[in-house]
Structure formats: C-alpha cells, structure tokens
C-alpha cells in the first residue's frame, strides 16, 4: 500500500512581520517555517511524478542544458534522450496538494498578505531539482503583473542547502532601482533590447552601493522577495550536488479579478486554477 504522508494543518496563528525591513530590502526570511513533512511530501511528489510519467504536468530542461535546444513538454512526452537533462517542473501546484498546502499554508499567506498590502493569489510554480545558474533578474521581466507592483515570491528549501549547488543569490534593496521600461512603455522584457536594462541595473546598483548575497538556506526556510528583487542562481560549483527548491509566485487577487482570472480558496488561500503551459 502507498504509504501518505498527513500534513498537520496549521493554527491560524499570524507572525508578526517587519514591514519596515521589507520596505528597505525587499526581502524576508522565515527560517525553518516549514516541517519536514511538509518538505518531503513535495518533494515525493516531484519523484513520483517523473517515475509515472505524469501526462498533466509540464517541465522545461535548464538554461545549461548540454544540448542548447530548448525543450518544454508534458512528463510522458518527452524522449528517453530528452529525459537525460535537467529540468524544472512547471506548476505542480495545479494538481499537487503537498504543493498547495505548503503554498496556501494559511500562516505563510498571513505574511504575504501582510507584505504585499493586498490578497495574494498563487498563480505559478517551479520546482527545481538542481540549482537555476539564472543570472540576477527581476521577475516582472518574465511574468509582468496587470498592476506592476502586485506580485511577491516565495523560494522554499526543500533540503539543506550546499554552498556548492548554486544557492540563490539576490540584492537587498534593489527592488527600490526605479522601473526600467523597454520601447513599448512596459516592463515585460523585448529580447532584443536586454543590454538596455543591463545598463540601466548596472548604472543604479553602482549608484546605490547595493551588494549581491546569498541565501545560505536551511531545509524547511521560506525565502520571500518583491516583484522587482534582483536574483538569481549563485554558479554552480559542484554538478552532483541538488539543489531542491519551490518557487512560487503571487499576483493580488484583485488584479487578477481585473483581467477576468477567477481564483480558488484552498488552505489559507486563493490560487488561479489555470492550464497549464502549453508544450513547445
Ligand atoms: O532558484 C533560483 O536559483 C532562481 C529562481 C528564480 O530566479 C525564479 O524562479 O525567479
């Protein structure tokens, strides 16, 4: 028999937030706020999901793939060659409880509520086995939201953090560099016009003395950063090492509502029950 991981539902206790450090570094960490449990049902689910080949979750192999072909693709699509790479598992949320429960934990909510002044509503999610080696972005590059202040993410540890897996790596303060707009007014980046927000980031980290760290994280921590932190993936040192991590991210309900998304309420919170991405 398939042995079930119970995860002990939360009280809706609400942890004091600091809004004044988030205001100033647009960061903020809750150390071990999750329990194993908790830690490894997702990361069960991950594992059961690529053993049976599920035919409703989609995965994109990593920016380092050894083939430089991009690949995104339902789990039981993908070729033997293919599943010889490394990839990221793209919103397991919309199917994995596990995922869920710890993305919707009613405690977590309470500070991202808190945080980002409004309802939040979880509207993605990556699940990564090994670290990113994303160089320093902002987040509204790729998934601009309708109101370009209204999204927060969480990065949850879901294992002890080898300094040498490519920990993730961010810059206090740097959601504070004002808004760069590409030639059409928005933020979503134009590809062809990346050396021009490189310079813009590059001229105002300088200005304001901002310094890179690193999230040096523990099994169970919750890494929460603003819509417009500068992140990414540290270098990977040692290829064997994982590095399994959740990402999610949030946009408010109220936005999503203005642009006709319509949203759920599970746990401690809503989430968008959406398609998948479609395979390219
Ligand atoms: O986990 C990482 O290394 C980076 C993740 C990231 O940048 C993202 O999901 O936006």
Same mark, same amino acid.
């Given at each position: 028999?398939?042995?079930?991981?119970?995860? *002990?539902?939360?009280? /809706?206790?609400?942890?004091?937030?600091?809004?004044?450090?988030?205001?100033?570094?647009?960061?903020?960490?809750?150390?071990?706020?999750?329990?194993?449990?908790?830690?490894?049902?997702?990361?069960?689910?991950?594992?059961?999901?690529?053993?049976?080949?599920?035919?409703?979750?989609?995965? /994109?192999?990593?920016?380092?793939?050894?083939?430089?072909?991009?690949?995104?693709?339902?789990?039981?699509?993908?070729?033997?060659?293919?599943?010889?790479?490394?990839?990221?598992?793209?919103? @397991?949320?919309?199917?994995?409880?596990?995922?869920?429960?710890?993305?919707?934990?009613?405690?977590?909510?309470?500070?991202?509520?808190? @945080?980002?002044?409004?309802?939040?509503?979880?509207?993605?999610? @990556?699940?990564?086995?090994?670290?990113?080696?994303?160089?320093?972005?902002?987040?509204?590059?790729?998934?601009?939201?309708?109101?370009?202040?209204?999204?927060?993410?969480?990065?949850?540890?879901?294992?002890?953090?080898?300094?040498?897996?490519?920990?993730?790596?961010?810059?206090?303060?740097?959601?504070?560099?004002?808004?760069?707009?590409?030639?059409?007014?928005?933020?979503?980046?134009?590809?062809?016009?990346?050396?021009?927000?490189?310079?813009?980031?590059?001229?105002?980290?300088?200005?304001?003395?901002?310094?890179?760290?690193?999230?040096?994280?523990?099994?169970?921590? *919750?890494?929460?950063?603003?819509?417009?932190?500068?992140?990414?993936?540290?270098?990977?040192?040692?290829?064997?090492?994982?590095?399994?991590?959740?990402?999610?991210?949030?946009?408010?309900? $109220?936005?999503?509502?203005?642009?006709?998304?319509?949203?759920?309420?599970?746990?401690?919170?809503?989430?968008?029950?959406? $398609?998948?991405? @479609?395979?390219?």
């Amino acid at each position: 028999m398939k042995e079930t991981v119970e995860i *002990v539902p939360k009280t /809706d206790e609400k942890p004091e937030v600091d809004l004044a450090f988030w205001e100033q570094n647009g960061y903020y960490v809750l150390p071990k706020f999750l329990s194993d449990e908790q830690v490894d049902a997702i990361v069960n689910e991950t594992e059961e999901a690529w053993k049976n080949r599920r035919d409703d979750i989609v995965a /994109d192999n990593q920016i380092y793939s050894p083939t430089q072909k991009r690949v995104r693709n339902y789990l039981d699509r993908l070729s033997e060659e293919e599943r010889t790479e490394r990839y990221v598992m793209n919103d @397991l949320f919309l199917v994995s409880d596990p995922v869920r429960s710890v993305s919707l934990d009613p405690k977590l909510v309470h500070v991202l509520r808190e @945080l980002l002044g409004t309802e939040p509503v979880l509207c993605q999610s @990556l699940n990564f086995k090994w670290g990113s080696g994303q160089g320093m972005h902002q987040d509204t590059l790729y998934l601009p939201p309708p109101n370009e202040r209204d999204m927060i993410a969480i990065w949850v540890a879901l294992e002890d953090i080898h300094p040498d897996s490519g920990p993730l790596r961010y810059m206090p303060g740097s959601h504070n560099i004002p808004v760069y707009r590409f030639s059409n007014g928005k933020i979503r980046v134009i590809p062809g016009e990346v050396s021009g927000w490189d310079d813009h980031i590059a001229q105002h980290t300088e200005q304001m003395g901002l310094q890179e760290q690193v999230n040096h994280a523990k099994k169970g921590d *919750v890494f929460i950063w603003h819509a417009f932190l500068l992140h990414g993936g540290s270098p990977i040192q040692n290829w064997d090492l994982t590095r399994k991590s959740l990402v999610c991210h949030y946009y408010s309900k $109220s936005d999503l509502e203005s642009v006709g998304g319509a949203s759920q309420f599970d746990h401690g919170g809503y989430w968008w029950p959406r $398609s998948p991405q @479609l395979p390219r």
